[in-house]
């Protein structure tokens, strides 16, 4: 697990974290969020033990980082957003090198687990440097993953890739979330609702939100925004009698109607009570996008 307690850091006259608190548990995927110099690099390398923080508290797996940076870093996988590799070597050879630094048993047999694990078999006998950038990403997972760490850490996994490599990374990642605790940093929204259940919004080095990816939408907005389409046009006024409704615009027989709360089943009866045919109604929501934006802007 990740824990971290009121961790603040600063440059000079600036605040890159501002009493930061957040917990990621065993087996949670968790989007980390926020916008260029929000604070998101300079939490990763605290908690990698890259460089220290002012002050607060942060645990890997129950290992305080700041009392034992080294311990912590065994524990912890990390794929930085450059992904450094040896162009120059084969897989299998970077990969020995990288386990000669931890205390790995049976290194050889790790290496080629960890290369069916992560799919490079069918590239695993070139150069890293003739690897496509999928690939390439592939050798920087599998080099997290040498010591069998309790938290990954990945920075930007799938930036570059084509649209069936990112599809691939995206479900390698799903797979070593069933059992680590992942914190996954990137830009791509898309990326956070198709991996991740929660989202951790980060901004000016304060958290904004943190909450499932499901319920940031009602997090920030305390309307609902509900489309109906019916056959024909009905009368406007009885639907805006319903005792919910804060606004309705009108699009021919299609009604968009901003509520207080979720009254689907509202429109429903009065619907079946009027004679009003339904053709189609739906909740529709913020994207991720949106409540981006609107909470980093």
């Not at 939100?209 to 489309?227: C, E, M």
Request: with cysteine.
């Amino acid at each position: 697990m990740i824990k971290v307690e009121s961790i603040t850091k600063t440059y000079g006259k600036q605040k890159a974290l501002d009493n930061v608190s957040f917990f990621i548990g065993r087996g949670e995927i968790v989007g980390f969020l926020g916008p260029n110099g929000a604070g998101k690099s300079t939490m990763m390398k605290i908690l990698t033990g890259y460089i220290q923080m002012d002050s607060g508290k942060a645990e890997i797996s129950g290992v305080e980082v700041k009392k034992d940076d080294i311990a912590s870093r065994f524990k912890i996988g990390y794929l930085p957003e450059n992904n450094p590799l040896y162009t120059d070597m084969y897989v299998r050879e970077y990969l020995r090198f990288v386990a000669g630094f931890y205390p790995v048993d049976h290194i050889n047999a790790r290496i080629e687990e960890l290369i069916e694990i992560t799919g490079l078999a069918p590239e695993s006998h070139k150069k890293i440097g003739a690897l496509s950038k999928g690939y390439r990403q592939r050798v920087g997972i599998a080099q997290a993953l040498i010591p069998d760490p309790e938290v990954l850490i990945l920075d930007e996994p799938t930036t570059g890739l084509d649209p069936n490599q990112i599809v691939e990374v995206r479900d390698l990642i799903k797979n070593l979330g069933k059992e680590k605790t992942v914190m996954l940093s990137t830009h791509i929204m898309q990326e956070v609702q198709a991996i991740c259940e929660r989202a951790i919004i980060i901004n000016k080095g304060k958290i904004v939100a943190d909450a499932p990816v499901s319920k940031l939408s009602q997090q920030l907005n305390k309307s609902f925004n509900i489309r109906v389409e019916f056959e024909v046009a009905i009368d406007e006024a009885k639907l805006g009698s319903l005792g919910s409704v804060l606004d309705i615009e009108t699009s021919g027989s299609v009604y968009n109607i901003k509520a207080s709360n979720d009254i689907r089943k509202e429109i429903s009866r009065l619907a079946a009570g009027n004679d009003w045919l339904i053709l189609s109604m739906s909740l529709e929501q913020s994207s991720l996008e949106d409540i981006f934006r609107e909470l980093t802007k």
